[in-house]
């Protein structure tokens, strides 16, 4: 049983900063990418950042030179950078890993649960990111 726990966000204005973090438990070493995504209830995922087992990032067009994705694999936790905020980067941000059969890491976070079945992946409840103007 794998858990996905994050925190680190709230509210700050925009040009501001914010860190992620997120500890995950259970088999970790089966993990081959995690990352992060931002959707509120009711809406479209929006893919953020990933990182493999390699330890190459990638990131979306959105947050490109603003986010930072790292780990700390002997403390089995993510994080996420978040600098240059814009009021727009307003959202729920989740933790994910996946495991299984490999893919480019931020094409199999936007299809858990779509294409990828939901037994290849897990992710955390959200931390709120709300930036003002």
């Known amino acids: 049983y794998v858990q996905m726990v994050e925190s680190g966000g709230g509210q700050v204005q925009a040009g501001g900063s914010l860190k992620l973090s997120c500890t995950a438990s259970?088999?970790?070493?089966?993990?081959?990418?995690m990352g992060w995504f931002a959707q509120a209830p009711g809406k479209k995922r929006e893919v953020i950042a990933g990182?493999?087992?390699?330890?190459?990032?990638s990131y979306a067009d959105s947050v490109k030179g603003r986010f930072t994705i790292s780990r700390d694999s002997a403390k089995n936790t993510l994080y996420l950078q978040m600098d240059s905020l814009k009021f727009e980067d307003t959202d729920l941000y989740h933790c994910?890993?996946?495991?299984?059969?490999?893919?480019?890491?931020?094409?199999?976070?936007?299809?858990?649960?779509?294409?990828?079945?939901?037994?290849?992946?897990?992710w955390g409840q959200g931390t709120q990111v709300t930036v003002s103007l």
């Open positions: 259970g088999k970790t070493e089966d993990f081959y990418c």
């Open positions: 990182i493999d087992t390699g330890d190459m990032t």
């Open positions: 994910v890993a996946i495991w299984g059969p490999r893919q480019e890491c931020l094409s199999a976070i936007k299809a858990l649960g779509v294409t990828l079945p939901v037994d290849y992946g897990a």
